[in-house]
């Protein structure tokens, strides 16, 4: 029972481009939603976040959307770098002090310099 | 401060070896996860630690796995009777009390290789 669904494996961008990565849920008791990002051979690190009574949070280049009645959030990374190259996951929680934080597949973005 | 620290970052046992994963998470903070990430695949969760509540141990594949959390901090993962399935990525990450939606931070891993 996949909560976090990221059905694109990969995406492939010439830097300068934007990268949009989408990302499906299903438990609408889900209250923040969230995306890492994942270097080779590290921890995924926390990149952005938006809770369920917001549309849209923003920093710097990278925002963040979400569409309650979709369910479903996306990740604009605007202007790509080559640095931006990684795997990205979703991940969605509910209220903090008892439910567990539940990750997507992840998807592998490759920016071409 | 130190980030969440996990040992050992290597680990290659024989099958039917029993291990221990060490995760020492971020002093103050109360929650503690394991996760696990096998070769191409994304992130799996296995067991959720939240203060002094129950452990939320619905993830773990099998009751070869098993997970303590001494004293709200050092937690280990044991595994039993190690299967070449158990190969993996074990990623730990602990996260503070209150703030906006358990923001995780992870350690780098123990890739655990089953021989």
């Known amino acids: 029972d996949q909560q976090v669904k990221q059905n694109s494996p990969s995406l492939s961008v010439q830097e300068g481009r934007i990268s949009i990565l989408n990302c499906d849920y299903t438990?609408?008791?889900?209250?923040?939603f969230l995306w890492y990002k994942k270097y080779p051979a590290e921890g995924p690190t926390f990149l952005i976040s938006?809770?369920?009574?917001?549309d849209k949070n923003e920093d710097g280049r990278f925002t963040v959307f979400l569409n309650k009645s979709a369910k479903h959030l996306s990740l604009h990374i605007v202007p790509s770098q080559p640095g931006d190259s990684a795997v990205y996951f979703c991940?969605?929680?509910?209220?903090?002090?008892?439910?567990?934080?539940?990750f997507g597949a992840g998807t592998r973005l490759f920016v071409k310099a | 401060g130190a980030g969440v620290s996990q040992s050992p970052s290597n680990k290659v046992t024989e099958k039917g070896k029993d291990v221990e994963l060490r995760c020492d998470p971020i002093?103050?903070?109360?929650?503690l996860y394991w996760y696990r990430q096998s070769l191409g695949q994304g992130l799996e969760f296995l067991i959720y630690?939240?203060?002094?509540?129950?452990?939320?141990k619905s993830g773990l594949p099998s009751d070869r796995f098993s997970a303590e959390r001494t004293g709200g901090s050092v937690s280990t993962l044991t595994i039993q009777r190690t299967q070449q399935e158990d190969s993996a990525v074990y990623l730990c990450?602990?996260?503070?009390?209150?703030?906006?939606?358990?923001?995780?931070?992870f350690g780098s891993g123990t890739q655990l290789s089953v021989l």
């Open positions: 938006i809770s369920s009574i917001k």
């Open positions: 002093s103050g903070h109360t929650a």
């Open positions: 990450a602990s996260s503070p009390p209150g703030g906006e939606g358990e923001k995780l931070f």
């Open positions: 630690f939240q203060g002094n509540s129950a452990p939320d």
């Open positions: 991940a969605a929680s509910g209220d903090t002090g008892g439910f567990k934080t539940i």
């Open positions: 438990n609408s008791m889900f209250d923040y």
